[in-house]
C-alpha cells in the first residue's frame, strides 16, 4: 500500500474523524490542511519553514509543471520530491481545474482535452493515461485522476456529462496507473445536484480507489450550498479511505468541512491573500497595508505565537509591503500558514480528547462571522 | 566608547589587519563584509538567516527610512534594531550618497541640501545637525557623517568644494551628535585627485572621529583608479582606527582593500545581482536563468556549501526564477551573501596565520579575472 489511512478516534457526536495518513514520507495527522506548492515551491516559504510549522503534506500540481519546468527535467531530478527538495508528503493535482480554467480550452471529449498553455499559448492534448504517467514521473506519495470541474454556475446536463466523464477517465486513470509506492486517488464531482454528487461518489467509489477527493466545489457557490453538498456527498464516501476536500481554505469552512468528515485540504487561501498584505488572525482578517497599521507595534495576532507574531511588528510588515520588500510577502505568508496549521491542530486535539463538538459550539459561530463571507 | 576596535593582528607584508569591532550589539570580527537593508530589511533574507551566515553587521539607510516609513515610526520601536528586530550591530548610512543620486536634487549650500523624494516628489530639507539627530533616533551602533559625494567624473574645483564641504558637515555632525552609546563615522571625499583625498583625510583626522569611511569611489571610475586611490587614501588614515570602504562588494575588490588596509566594506551587488539571477561561484559570475542550466542537477557552486547549495540545483533555481517564485530570489540572494561572508572568512583566516600575502598571491588572479569586470 502506497498509502495507509487509519482512523484513531471518532466524534461521538458528528461525523468528524481524527485519523493518521501513512506515507513513504511520513505520516501525516489528519485532519489537516495541505499548503498549495503550484510550481514546485509553496509560495515564499521554504521546506525548512514548513517543517517548523509541522507542515507533513503539501501539493503539486501536474498542469503548471508539465508546462514549466517540463515533466523531463523533474524526472532527472528522480521526481518532485528531489526537484524541490522537500522531504514530506506530497500529492499532485492532475490539473483538471486548472485546465479548466487557466487554459484556453479548445475542445474536450471522452478521448481528453485540448487547450493552450495559459503562459505561450502552445496547444497541448491531455488524455487520462497521459497524466497519470506525468504523475507517475512527478512521483508524488499522492496522484489525482483527471477529472472535469464544470463551471459553477452549470446546467443539470452539462455536469450530468462531466461527472460521466469523470468516472470515465477515474477509470482508465486507475488502468493506466502504473507506480506500487504511489496512492491515485478519485475526485467526485457533481457540482450542487445532490443526485449527481451521489452518483459520482457511488460510480468511484465502486472502482475502489485509495481515497477520495470532492473536487467541484469552493468554485463560487455560498457557503450554505457547499455544506449542503458536502452534507449529501460525504457519508456516499467509503468510512475507511481517507477524504480530500479540494480548493477549501478559509477557517469556517476548514471547521464545517472537518465535522461533516472531511481529512484533508487545500487552497491557495492563505498564501495569495498573504501576498496583497491580508492576514488571518484570532480576530478575523487585517489588512496589514491599511494606514492605521502604520504605527501599530502590535504583531499581527496578539493570541499568535508564531515566529512573526514573535518578532515583528504590524508597523513594521506595513512598511515592507509599502516599499516592495520581499521579506514582507514572506512574514505575511508565514503567518498564514502557521494559522490554519494552529487551528487544524486544535481541531485534532478536541477530537482526540472527545470534545470537539463543544470545540465546534465554541468556535463555529465567531469564525462563520469573521470568514464567511470571504 | 560605543564601538572599539582593536587589530589582533597586521600583515607582515601588506597593509592588511585582522582585526575586531566591538559594539553593543556583538563582536564583528574584521575584515568584514556588511549587507545591505536599505529600507530595514537586508532584501529577502531574515535575521535568522544572516545569523546562520554568521552576519554580525548590517547597514541601514537614513535617508529611505527618513522618507518611509519616517523617523517617528522608528521611534516608537525604540529605534532600528527593535523594528526590524535585528540583534546584531547596526550602521546607518546618513544617505548624503543616496540624496545626490536618487533624489531630485534641488539646492545645496553650506547649510544643508533641499531635494525631492524619489517616492513621492514632495521637497524635503536636510542639514548636517538634522540628518545627525535623525541617526540618533534610528539608533544604529555607528552612524554616518552627511557628507557631499560628487559625481564620476567631475572637475578638480568641483571635488575641492565637495571635500570642504563635507570637512564642514563633519565637524557640524560631530557637535550635533548627542549620544553616547553611538559612534559616529566621518567619510573621507575627494574624488580621484590625490591632493584631494589626502587634503580631506587630514581635515577629518584631525577632527577625531572613532572611524573613518572611504566614500566617492565605486561611482564609476575604473578599478585601476579606485585601487590607486585607495593606496594614497588609507595610510592617511589613523593606524589605529577602523576603516570602513563604502559601495565596494565586488569580490577582486574586497581582497583588494583589504591588502590596503580596509576592514569593512558595504555594497548592494551581492543582493542585486541575486534578483537578476546572477550569483557569484569559485567560477565566476554565473546568470542562472540561461537555459544551459534548464535541467542542471549540480548546485549554483560546486565549491559552496551553504544551505541553497547543499539542497537545490541550478535546475530548480532557473524554474524558480522564470516562473516568478519568491524562493527563487530568496535562495540566490542567500547564496550571494554566503559566498561573500566566506570569502572574508577566508581572508581572516589567512590573516590570523600569517598567509595573507600568499592567500592574496594565490586568489588576487583569478578573482580579478572573473570578477574584475563588473
Same mark, same amino acid.
Request: charged content about 25%.
Given at each position: 500500500m502506497p498509502v495507509k489511512y487509519s482512523i484513531t478516534r471518532n466524534c461521538p457526536q458528528t461525523a468528524a474523524r481524527l485519523g493518521e495518513l501513512e506515507t513513504r514520507h511520513g505520516t501525516v495527522k489528519t485532519p489537516a490542511f495541505m499548503p498549495v506548492g503550484t510550481?514546485?515551491?509553496?509560495?515564499?516559504? *521554504?521546506?525548512?519553514?514548513?517543517?517548523? @510549522?509541522?507542515?507533513?503534506?503539501? &501539493?503539486?500540481? $501536474?498542469?503548471?509543471? %508539465?508546462?514549466? #519546468? !517540463?515533466?523531463? =527535467? =523533474?524526472?532527472?531530478?528522480? !521526481?518532485?520530491? +528531489? %526537484? @524541490?527538495?522537500?522531504? +514530506?508528503?506530497?500529492? *499532485?493535482?492532475? +490539473?483538471?481545474?486548472?485546465? %479548466?480554467? &487557466?487554459?484556453?480550452?479548445?475542445?474536450?471529449?471522452?478521448?481528453?482535452?485540448? %487547450?493552450?498553455?495559459? =503562459?505561450?499559448?502552445?496547444l497541448h492534448f491531455l488524455t487520462p493515461e497521459r497524466v497519470t504517467r506525468l504523475q507517475n514521473i512527478i512521483g508524488a506519495d499522492i496522484a489525482m /485522476? &483527471?477529472?472535469? $470541474? #464544470?463551471?459553477?454556475?452549470?446546467?443539470?446536463?452539462? /455536469?450530468?456529462?462531466?461527472?460521466?466523464?469523470?468516472s470515465l477517465w477515474a477509470r482508465r486513470c486507475k488502468q493506466a496507473h502504473a507506480r506500487e509506492d504511489q496512492a491515485l486517488f478519485a475526485i467526485v464531482q457533481g457540482g450542487v445536484y445532490e443526485d449527481l454528487r451521489r452518483l459520482s461518489a457511488q460510480e468511484l467509489v465502486e472502482m475502489d480507489f485509495p481515497g477520495y477527493a470532492i473536487g467541484g466545489l469552493s468554485v463560487g457557490e455560498s457557503k450554505n450550498l457547499m455544506y449542503a453538498t458536502l452534507k449529501n456527498t460525504a457519508p456516499v464516501l467509503p468510512e475507511e479511505k481517507v477524504r480530500y476536500l479540494m480548493g477549501v481554505g478559509s477557517p469556517d469552512a476548514l471547521l464545517e468541512g472537518v465535522k461533516q468528515g472531511i481529512d484533508i485540504f487545500d487552497c491557495v487561501l492563505p498564501t495569495r491573500i498573504a501576498r496583497n498584505g491580508r492576514v488571518m488572525t484570532s480576530q478575523g482578517y487585517l489588512s496589514v497595508r491599511n494606514s492605521?497599521?502604520?504605527?501599530?507595534?502590535? #504583531? &499581527?495576532?496578539?493570541? $499568535?505565537?508564531?515566529?512573526? $507574531?514573535s518578532n515583528y511588528s504590524r508597523a513594521y510588515i506595513r512598511h515592507l509591503l509599502n516599499t516592495g520588500e520581499i521579506l514582507g510577502l514572506r512574514l505575511t505568508t508565514y503567518h498564514n500558514l502557521y494559522y490554519l496549521d494552529r487551528l487544524m491542530r486544535n481541531i485534532r486535539a478536541a477530537l482526540a480528547e472527545d470534545r470537539f463538538e463543544q470545540y465546534y459550539n465554541k468556535m463555529s459561530p465567531g469564525l462563520n462571522q469573521m470568514y464567511g463571507g470571504f
Open positions: 510550481q514546485g515551491t509553496v509560495k515564499a516559504v *521554504t521546506a525548512r519553514e514548513l517543517e517548523e @510549522m509541522d507542515t507533513g503534506l503539501i &501539493l503539486g500540481n $501536474c498542469y503548471h509543471l %508539465f508546462l514549466r #519546468p !517540463g515533466i523531463e =527535467i =523533474i524526472a532527472r531530478h528522480g !521526481g518532485l520530491h +528531489g %526537484f @524541490m527538495n522537500w522531504p +514530506g508528503a506530497l500529492l *499532485t493535482d492532475s +490539473g483538471g481545474f486548472q485546465i %479548466f480554467s &487557466l487554459g484556453g480550452l479548445r475542445k474536450i471529449d471522452d478521448r481528453g482535452v485540448s %487547450f493552450t498553455s495559459h =503562459i505561450d499559448g502552445k /485522476v &483527471l477529472d472535469q $470541474c #464544470p463551471p459553477y454556475p452549470a446546467e443539470y446536463e452539462e /455536469v450530468k456529462d462531466a461527472v460521466k466523464r469523470t492605521v497599521y502604520a504605527a501599530d507595534l502590535d #504583531p &499581527l495576532d496578539r493570541d $499568535c505565537s508564531c515566529h512573526v $507574531c
